[in-house]
């Protein structure tokens, strides 16, 4: 657990992870000029979609194109957090519209808002209060499949038996 939360390691396909070439990861924003520079080369098009995001270990937002892979926006490494984001003009500046922590790589647990929050903060963007869209994401004890828990139905859609009610989803942990 860092000083900013508990990080997360990929636990994806091994060959989207075989597939991160060093220094192909995601756009890092850490500041608000950052940010401007970025957005500014963003078409109308993909303005329209959500991106990618991870927040490393080093509490930097990362962002990729949406179809990007989050391990390749982490550059294969361990995050903070990780999921999808859309931006919307808000008055006289850039915020955050929506934002989950939808990431099947890394699974990330709810409880990784605040390290978006953080970096957020720290590029200056309006944001929520919370994910917009909370995935809850649990392994099955039995089976050991990833599952996404939906309306607290917390039981594998693979096997069928009950899963716990905390995050597990790395075994290491």
């Not at 080093?58 to 949406?66: K, M, S, Y």
């Not at 999921?83 to 915020?95: H, K, L, P, Q, V």
């Amino acid at each position: 657990m860092s000083a900013r939360g508990r990080s997360y390691r990929y636990v994806g396909p091994v060959e989207l992870k075989t597939a991160v070439r060093p220094g192909s990861g995601g756009c890092p924003i850490r500041s608000a000029a950052d940010f401007d520079g970025w957005i500014a080369e963003r078409s109308a098009a993909e303005l329209t979609e959500p991106f990618t995001f991870v927040v490393g270990t080093d509490g930097v937002l990362r962002l990729a194109p949406r179809r990007s892979e989050h391990v390749a926006c982490a550059g294969g490494d361990m995050v903070l957090s990780a999921g999808e984001i859309s931006f919307m003009r808000e008055a006289d500046r850039w915020a955050v519209g929506e934002v989950s922590n939808q990431s099947t790589g890394y699974c990330p647990d709810v409880t990784s808002w605040p390290a978006v929050a953080h970096a957020l903060d720290d590029v200056e963007l309006g944001r929520p209060s919370g994910f917009t869209h909370e995935v809850v994401f649990r392994r099955c004890p039995d089976c050991q499949e990833h599952n996404i828990v939906r309306e607290d139905d917390f039981v594998c859609v693979f096997c069928g038996s009950d899963l716990p009610e905390t995050w597990n989803v790395d075994p290491t942990v």
